[in-house]
């Protein structure tokens, strides 16, 4: 597999204007995330609402400029690019977002909301940029005599299918998908899941697929990357982080998962303590020790660690290979 | 009512201090209920455009179909002022005096009573004092009250559009200036302003190429009130595009490589529309009556140019409106049916252009 997408250390921090964190360095909103996509393949990026994936996601977008880090593309560094780079860059990746009526204009017809794209890179495609949008329609499984008609007009899931034909008008080969489906109905998930994997056998595009919910991305991401408070606690291939989750943080969502059996047995579940800690605040060391189920069972000696240092690696955490 | 720059009291429903994204956002009926677009497929394409549903909302409205009709014929009734004296046989200038019209014993200079009042040749009587045909006065007044509030009108919308928009969008520095600028701006005195300032500015454009017949008073009033207009509505403008500039549908066209003009032009303005499009309706009948509050005080348009205000100054000069009360209710009564009109036109599209209106 070739590498397409390597990110390396890639850290935002957010001014915070409020009283007594005017001095500080405000919200660590994504701190020093490392990982990488393989070209046609799907990273699935999992956490909480709030741990920092949206801004990850605009960061690789390049919607907004990361305060440290790296971001490469076939090994080309993207987070300096100017003007014609970026321009060139914006084809190469696109972006699918969480809501489905504010992601697109209510003053604009789906069709010319499809074609913009097209327009702004001033691409003309053979055959026209309406025979290509029609052709775009149809691969989402929108009616290609849609085209005049305005946004509320349609449902959720249809909209979502617009903003997935835009993604798709550059021909990118990565998409970034932002929460694509947390705003629809179960039912309706699962078709625009299905349809991104077509598009994905069909199209050879790599996604970097953002969900708040593990059970999302199980039978779909190659790999995931699980982040809580700013930080990657996990990152590996879907089979193992789900079948041997190594992360007390990773074990403590997966065991949350509802199963499918519901005589199945529940007693492993691991109900995690406390409150999200604040952004603005978040604890020393481990991101996570502050709710972490395993620390609680360490001698003194070894839970100082955890507060001590900051763990790295494709497992943050300094006990998984022992604590388990 | 004398004050043209607070805003209409039935400001449109845009409150600056609210943002309005929701309401951008939400156009229609929670999508839940929206039917997907194969069983919508019965209604003609591009029926339900948000244009078209406003335009059939206001036809299903008596009242705005009402306010709609009145505010044509006004401005049918302006248009065609030289027509419509031509038809009646009469002009604004001509003097009729001498006692074969008006009264030189009792109350010299009161019409006598067959030309007070409306008649098959002076269709609203003829004015006392001077003797001039009412009826071709307020037709040619017409012109120019309706052309001063429509052209004040279009000034401010166009200062408190751009200006608006530039705060809300650049944000910032620029928009920390614009914004006291406005807070002064809405701040202000208007009326003792615009009252000290038009006769300087009068006499400023005196002798330059506007100085020529009406020219010079139009002019005057039309920049003095654009110009202090614009204030409320570039508030209200900078709220909304503050808020839709973090609309995900703008990240997606900076995504895809829009450039910042056709963010503004393609994807911001367009969304604007409708509330500066309510705006104005709801600003033309405030310019009227400031027009007329100008005129009327004697530092607007002056005799012998006709405009409603100058007619109301007219009927109070010599206190002709004791004599002759309908010289005085002609003008205050075609004022109040034209502001009436407009403003209950401005609140027809306000209702038609809310997103959330559920009256379809
Ligand atoms: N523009 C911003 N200014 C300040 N803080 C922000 C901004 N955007 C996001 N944040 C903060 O960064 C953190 C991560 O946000 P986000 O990336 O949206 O999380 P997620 O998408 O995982 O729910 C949150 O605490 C959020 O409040
Ligand atoms: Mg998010």
Known sequence: MTQLLEVTDLTKHFPVRSGAFRSGVGVKAVDRVSFSVDAGQTLGLVGESGCGKSTTGRMLMRLLQPTSGSIRLDGREISELRRSDLQEYRRQVQMVFQNPSSSLNPRQSVGSAIAAPLLAQRITPRGGVKAAVRDLMDRVGLRPDHYNRFPHEFSGGQKQRVGIARALALNPRLIICDEPVSALDVSVQAQVINLLEDIQRDTGVAYVFIAHDLSVVKHFAHRVAVMYLGRIMEHGETREVFDTPRHPYTQALLSAVPKADPAADRSGRIRLTGDLPSPTDPPSGCVFRSRCQLRPRLDPERAALCADSVPGGTIACHHHTTGM | ?360
Do not use: C
Request: glycine share 8%; net charge neutral.
């Open chain 2, 1 to 360: 009512m004398l004050d043209p720059h607070v805003p209409p009291s039935r400001t449109p429903r845009a409150d600056p201090s609210v943002p309005t994204a929701e309401q951008v956002a939400t156009l229609s009926p929670p999508s839940a209920t929206t039917p997907p677009a194969p069983s919508s497929a019965a209604e003609p394409a591009g029926a339900r455009t948000l244009l078209g549903t406003a335009w059939l909302r206001i036809r299903r409205s008596r009242v705005a179909v009402g306010s709609l009709v009145v505010v044509a014929l006004i401005v049918l009734f302006a248009i065609l002022a030289p027509v419509l004296s031509a038809i009646e046989g009469q002009d604004p200038y001509t003097s009729l005096t001498g006692p074969d019209y008006l009264d030189g014993v009792d109350t010299p200079g009161l019409p006598l009573s067959y030309y007070r009042y409306p008649s098959t040749d002076h269709w609203l009587g003829l004015e006392p004092g001077l003797g001039r045909d009412i009826f071709a006065r307020m037709a040619y007044g017409a012109r120019i009250s309706l052309v001063i509030a429509l052209l004040s009108t279009m000034v401010s919308v166009f200062l408190g559009t751009v200006i608006g928009a530039a705060a809300g969008y650049f944000g910032g520095k620029v928009d920390m200036v614009i914004s006291r600028v406005m807070d002064l701006f809405l701040a202000f005195p208007h009326l003792l302003l615009v009252l000290s300032l038009t006769p300087i500015l009068q006499s400023r454009l005196g002798g330059t190429a506007l100085d020529s017949g009406s020219l010079l008073p139009v002019a005057s009033l039309v920049i003095i009130l654009g110009f202090f207009g614009w204030a409320y509505l570039a508030r209200v403008v900078r709220g909304q595009v503050l808020s839709l500039r973090e609309q995900e549908f703008v990240e997606a066209a900076r995504a895809y490589g829009a450039s910042r003009r056709s963010i503004i032009f393609r994807q911001i303005i367009p969304n604007v529309m409708g509330v500066v499009l309510v705006y104005a309706t709801m600003l033309i009948p405030t310019n009227i009556t400031a027009e007329a509050a100008l005129s009327f005080l004697g530092v607007g348009v002056k005799d012998p140019t006709p405009s409603w205000g100058q007619i109301l100054n007219a009927a109070q000069a010599g206190n002709w409106y004791l004599s002759d009360p309908w010289f005085l209710a002609v003008p205050a009564g075609a004022l109040v049916i034209t502001v009436l009109a407009f403003n209950l036109l401005g609140d027809a599209v306000r209702d038609a252009l809310d997103p959330k209106s559920s009256r379809h």
